[in-house]
């Protein structure tokens, strides 16, 4: 393959992106020992904010977006990996700093390389993709920190979103009794589905001022940020964890040490992108073993082709859509 069609985005002279399909060839790519012949990819609120310039994402440019692959070796001149192997990469400066997934073609550094774990397809890699991934991520934290299912209902915020619906499946299935707080009341069927046994309106919150409010929640799951991460502080039970993991409601924290010193409860950051690669290993293969998502058929809200990003960026923008957005790189996979 000579030239290869690439999503590709770059900085506007007066400001802003501009992103389209474009054919690139291997050489216009950034380095790596690694060339992988692209099969799927998916979309995150990451990518949406770094393909539309809503998020200073970027660290380069011109850049193909993407931050996630799955596909088979097309070319390696590392030892660890051999044409025709299954992997996946996620994170790692793909699609931020480094040429991403949306790409047929993706050239990375071989350290980055994930070996597709055995009972997963490239497309299941991607359906869960950094959202599950990182999802997974919260949980083998939360539970390196004590976290029990017994411990109270576990609260996921943010619940219809990709990471939450995928946090909304793992937990259900490890026994917690999950409550999800959602601004789509109408999902209550979708998020049932998942396992949730209950929802919470985030519009209807009355979140209170104490610095400790009533105990609830054993622990929690926060893709909002903002008031609603400054909320559970106060409201989560003594010796509980709260994964935090996103800003979809705010990149503030406002509270106090009150939780902290009074209730012991733990804030633990989640940072999928950066994740070591052992534990990195661990989580894939814990995707594929014991913490299989259950219902990733409904939790993938469709399946487009490259030229269908800029509507699915806007989808995911508008924070009307639900679950996850695959992105078919590879038309014969
Ligand atoms: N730390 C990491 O490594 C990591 C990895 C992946 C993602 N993230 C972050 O985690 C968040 C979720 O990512 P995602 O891919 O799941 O995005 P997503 O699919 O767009 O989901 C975000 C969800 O947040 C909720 N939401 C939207 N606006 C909100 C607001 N103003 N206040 C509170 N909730 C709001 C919506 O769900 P409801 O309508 O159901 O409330 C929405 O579906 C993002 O902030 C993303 O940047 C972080």
Same mark, same amino acid.
């Given at each position: ?71 088979? $070796? ?31 073609? !993706? ?12 009972? &997963? ?6 359906? $869960? ?11 083998? =934290? ?14 996921? /915020? ?22 999800? &707080? ?50 559970? /502080?106060? /409201? ?34 989640? /940072? ?30 469709? !399946?487009?082709? &490259? ?14 859509? =639900? ?11």
């Amino acid at each position: 393959m000579d030239d290869f069609p690439a999503y590709r985005i770059h900085e506007r002279a007066g400001g802003g992106v501009q992103a389209g399909l474009e054919r690139l060839t291997l050489g216009q790519l950034s380095p790596g020992e690694v060339v992988i012949r692209a099969q799927f990819s998916s979309v995150n609120y990451k990518d949406a904010l770094a393909a539309t310039g809503r998020g200073r994402i970027l660290r380069r440019f011109p850049l193909v977006g993407g931050i996630d692959v799955a596909g088979v $070796i097309d070319a390696s001149t590392d030892a660890r990996f051999t044409a025709g192997d299954a992997v996946l990469v996620t994170g790692c400066g793909l699609g931020e700093d480094h040429d991403g997934g949306y790409a047929a073609r !993706v050239r990375v550094p071989a350290d980055w390389v994930v070996p597709l774990p055995a009972g &997963l397809s490239p497309y299941e890699a991607m359906a $869960i993709g950094t959202a599950g991934f990182t999802a997974a991520l919260a949980l083998d =934290r939360m539970e390196q920190n004590g976290q029990r299912p017994g411990d109270g209902p576990l609260l996921v /915020t943010g619940a219809t979103g990709g990471v939450g619906s995928l946090a909304v499946d793992l937990f259900s299935a490890q026994g917690y009794e999950v409550v999800a &707080l959602t601004g789509k009341p109408d999902a209550e069927d979708y998020l049932r589905g998942l396992g949730a046994s209950r929802l919470l309106d985030r519009h209807r919150l009355e979140p209170g001022t104490r610095p400790l409010e009533k105990a609830q929640w054993g622990g929690a799951v926060d893709n909002a940020g903002g008031e609603t991460l400054a909320w559970l /502080t106060r /409201t989560v039970r003594p010796w509980g964890s709260i994964a935090s993991i996103g800003l979809a409601g705010g990149a503030e924290l406002h509270t106090s040490v009150m939780p902290f010193i009074l209730r012991g409860v733990s804030i633990l950051g989640i /940072t999928s992108a950066n994740c070591p690669m052992p534990r990195r290993r661990h989580i894939w293969q814990r995707l594929a073993g014991d913490l299989r998502p259950r219902y990733l058929d409904s939790i993938v809200s469709a !399946v487009i082709d &490259l030229d269908g990003l800029p509507a699915a960026f806007e989808r995911i923008l508008s924070g009307g859509h =639900r679950g996850r957005i695959v992105v078919r790189i590879d038309a014969t996979a």
